[in-house]
């Protein structure tokens, strides 16, 4: 490594330790709502394979989780797979599945989930999701269930449209069956209808990959959240992007439509 080099990485410490006391000083967001996007143009970019560009944003997601609980937000919820996904290549989809499915049983026997008490939910139908990955699924929320102090949420098979969509039958439904009277629906008791309606609503969207959208994701959730947008792709996102965005947060002046 050559001197510029080392210099470039002291200057780039000091600046990231220097965000990191700025940030310490003022309220982070309770709940971040990442989009991970990038993986396929990041492998394209190194001439690697869809595969390992997909490994690559699976490993990043560790590190992010790692930086999201030292500074002190308390749920991240991952948009890891959408309803709109379906529509690819079926090779891709499969190896998506059994990476998700791995996911799940590494985080399983991760010694952080059992320290740091992080507990995980998957969102999403599961209706079209192979069977092996929805038994994964039930075991890891079955072994997180009494863990509090962090929640990581994954959206899989998951589209914004349709969880509101499938809200509004299961209130139609309870309605038929005399469970609900239509007086007696608000925002808070909608909410309850929702894949899990003891999810806060997001603070933070951020979505890499220069996409500025949030592409059917926690549409009903995120009507006050700010959002946040980066060039850079997914597997590529440094602590450095993270903390800009952490930053960046701080510095809004929230209005929830006032």
Not at 63 to 79: A, F, M, P, Q, S
Not at 177 to 196: H, V
Not at 206 to 229: D, M
Request: hydrophobic share 35%.
């Amino acid at each position: 490594m050559g001197i510029s080099s080392r210099v470039g990485d002291l200057v780039g410490q000091i600046y990231e330790k220097a965000l990191m006391n700025e940030i310490s000083q003022n309220k982070v967001p309770t709940h971040i709502g990442i989009i991970t996007d990038g993986n396929r143009r990041y492998a394209m970019a190194l001439g690697i394979s869809t595969d390992e560009g997909h490994v690559a944003g699976k490993n990043k997601l560790e590190d992010v989780l790692d930086w999201c609980r030292e500074i002190g937000i308390k749920v991240v919820t991952v948009y890891a797979f959408s309803t709109e996904n379906f529509r690819r290549d079926k090779k891709e989809i499969n190896f998506l599945f059994k990476l998700i499915n791995q996911s799940l049983i590494d985080l399983m026997n991760d010694e952080r989930v059992k320290k740091y008490h992080i507990g995980v939910k998957v969102i999403g139908e599961k209706i079209n999701l192979p069977d092996f990955l929805v038994n994964t699924i039930r075991e890891v929320e079955e072994a997180t269930s009494t863990n509090r102090d962090f929640r990581l949420n994954l959206a899989v098979g998951y589209g914004g449209r349709e969880e509101i969509i499938n809200a509004v039958r299961k209130i139609l439904k309870d309605g038929i069956d005399g469970k609900i009277k239509p007086s007696e629906i608000s925002e808070a008791k909608f909410r309850e209808y929702l894949y899990d309606g003891n999810i806060p609503d997001p603070d933070l969207i951020l979505r890499t990959s220069g996409e500025e959208r949030v592409s059917n994701f926690l549409i009903w959730q995120s009507a006050y959240s700010e959002l946040y947008f980066t060039d850079v792709y997914w597997p590529e996102f440094r602590k450095v992007d993270f903390l800009r965005a952490i930053k960046s947060y701080q510095m809004r002046k929230r209005r929830f439509g006032e």
